[in-house]
């Protein structure tokens, strides 16, 4: 039977929110916040500072064989708050008559809390990706204020880099985002923290310790980067490091991009193709990764084709996009833990959503008024014939707000990967129906 009052928070719980370490810390973060604001805004030529509020709520109706739903039952709700500030400063360095130092600062506030939080895991259907917590980063730039079996309250810096930059030559160190590829719906070629397929938060990507320089040369640029990580003992290596080159040019109305890189001790090379094809645009990534210790290749890659065109005198837009997973299994076995490691590893990593090999995406939008714009995404699994749908309506009454209302619902049986991944024999995650409502103001 399903526990009436598993949903009441004690008053001690609503106190420690007010308490002592709590307020500490947040004045510890704001003070610092302010003074590299103010400190940013007395050397800079111009200071600008930024906000985003943001709410997103959601109910899930899970089926039988799911495991929260044997924990905690039916229907389960989700709630998570942020306020994200944002801080950017330039200025010229003395003596330096070409060249530009700019300063970039995101502090974030977050809550999360509701009957999902304890499970989630890449399996279930992924609304939003707040970072939680800096354990693999370089630095820990991560405090958790107030954490509970299913609430966490944090602040974070998500952004916190310098960048020195000449006409054709860029610096940039610090946590920053980089973002690779061409993919809609998959990313097989952005190794630094993809978002969800169903993700619908993507105003702002997680951040890494990254140092990137960027050199341009006419029509081509290349990058160099190097993200530090710690391994699980909190020791900084060069197994669990990233090292990547990335070539870009231009070719009339074509772009080309190779890269090439050295990823968690495994080897990564990718090729870009983007170009018009008709009335529509055609981009395809594909990449081959060699793992440690292992000749073989893995070859992944997608290839999409998308079109903006005017239906009954409203602005449409339409893509198409295959997905073929290299790490993927035919088949689904019947427990997650028999999947195979290089597999898993992608899962936790959060470099990988999806188990099998191959998928096709399908999305439009369509702007019914000014303020109103309606969306959907279909993605098929191509191997056991599950799918899932999402669809939202998205609502700006002003500048500065969003409403969002949507759902994601599963067109599968249990067993299959949209309607129910395996978990263990009998138990399933995923899967089901979930409505959300999402609320952001920015100024």
Same mark, same amino acid.
């Given at each position: 039977?399903?526990?009436?009052?598993?949903?009441?928070?004690?008053?001690?719980?609503? +106190?420690?929110?007010?308490?002592?370490?709590?307020?500490?810390?947040? #004045?510890?973060?704001?003070?610092?916040?302010? !003074?590299?604001?103010?400190?940013?805004? %007395? %050397?800079?030529?111009?200071?600008?500072?930024?906000?985003?509020?943001? +709410?997103?709520?959601?109910?899930?109706?899970?089926?039988?064989?799911?495991?929260?739903?044997?924990?905690?039952?039916?229907?389960?709700?989700?709630?998570?708050?942020?306020?994200?500030?944002?801080? &950017?400063?330039? %200025?010229?360095?003395?003596?330096?008559?070409?060249?530009?130092?700019?300063?970039?600062?995101?502090?974030?506030?977050? +809550?999360?809390? !509701?009957?999902?939080?304890?499970?989630?895991?890449?399996?279930?259907?992924?609304?939003?990706?707040?970072? @939680?917590?800096?354990?693999? &980063?370089?630095?820990?730039?991560?405090?958790?204020?107030? /954490?509970?079996?299913?609430h966490r309250a944090l602040h974070r810096l998500d952004r916190f880099a310098v960048e020195y930059r000449r006409p054709n030559l860029a610096i940039?160190?610090?946590?920053?985002?980089?973002?690779? #590829?061409? #993919?809609?719906?998959?990313?097989?070629? /952005?190794?630094?923290?993809?978002?969800?397929?169903?993700?619908?938060?993507r105003d702002y990507k997680p951040g890494d310790d990254i140092a990137l320089v960027e050199r341009r040369f006419g029509n081509q640029d290349m990058q160099f980067l190097y993200v530090a990580r710690r391994d699980r003992g909190g020791d900084v290596e060069d197994d669990v490091a990233s090292y990547a080159l990335k070539w870009h040019g231009l070719f009339g109305g074509h772009e080309v991009e190779a890269v090439a890189a050295r990823h968690y001790a495994d080897d990564f090379l990718g090729l870009t193709l983007r170009m018009p094809l008709g009335p529509?645009?055609?981009?395809?990534?594909?990449? !081959? @990764? &060699?793992?440690?210790?292992? /000749? @073989? +290749? &893995?070859?992944? !890659?997608?290839?999409?084709?998308?079109?903006?065109? /005017?239906?009954?005198?409203?602005?449409?837009?339409?893509?198409?996009?295959?997905?073929?997973?290299?790490?993927?299994?035919?088949?689904?076995?019947?427990?997650?833990?028999?999947?195979?490691?290089?597999l898993l590893a992608r899962l936790g990593r959060g470099e990988l959503f999806n188990m099998q090999r191959d998928y096709l995406a399908f999305g439009a939008s369509l702007q019914w008024h000014p303020l109103w714009t309606q969306s959907l995404t279909v993605i098929s699994n191509l191997n056991d014939g599950s799918s899932l749908l999402q669809t939202s309506v998205n609502y700006e009454p002003s500048d500065f707000t969003r409403m969002q209302a949507g759902f994601t619902t599963a067109l599968g049986s249990a067993g299959k990967e949209f309607g129910g991944a395996p978990v263990a024999p009998g138990v399933t995650s995923g899967g089901g129906t979930r409505g959300f409502l999402r609320f952001v103001y920015f100024r």
């Open positions: 039977m399903r526990r009436s009052t598993r949903r009441l928070v004690a008053p001690s719980k609503c +106190w420690r929110w007010l308490g002592y370490s709590a307020l500490r810390n947040l #004045g510890l973060v704001g003070l610092s916040l302010a !003074g590299v604001t103010a400190s940013l805004s %007395a %050397a800079a030529d111009g200071a600008e500072i930024k906000a985003r509020l943001k +709410w997103l709520s959601s109910a899930a109706s899970l089926p039988a064989e799911d495991v929260l739903r044997r924990q905690d039952g039916t229907p389960a709700y989700d709630h998570s708050g942020s306020l994200r500030v944002l801080a &950017r400063a330039e %200025a010229e360095p003395p003596g330096d008559g070409e060249g530009q130092l700019r300063f970039s600062v995101d502090y974030s506030l977050a +809550w999360l809390s !509701g009957d999902s939080f304890t499970f989630a895991n890449a399996l279930q259907q992924t609304l939003e990706q707040v970072p @939680t917590e800096d354990a693999t &980063r370089l630095l820990n730039l991560t405090w958790v204020i107030d /954490d509970g079996r299913r940039t160190l610090g946590r920053q985002v980089v973002s690779w #590829g061409s #993919g809609r719906v998959f990313q097989p070629m /952005d190794l630094f923290n993809p978002f969800a397929p169903t993700t619908i938060d529509t645009v055609f981009r395809t990534d594909v990449t !081959g @990764t &060699r793992l440690d210790g292992d /000749d @073989t +290749w &893995r070859v992944s !890659g997608i290839a999409n084709v998308d079109l903006a065109f /005017d239906l009954f005198g409203r602005s449409a837009f339409a893509f198409l996009e295959y997905f073929h997973n290299g790490f993927g299994v035919s088949e689904l076995p019947a427990s997650q833990g028999d999947l195979p490691s290089p």
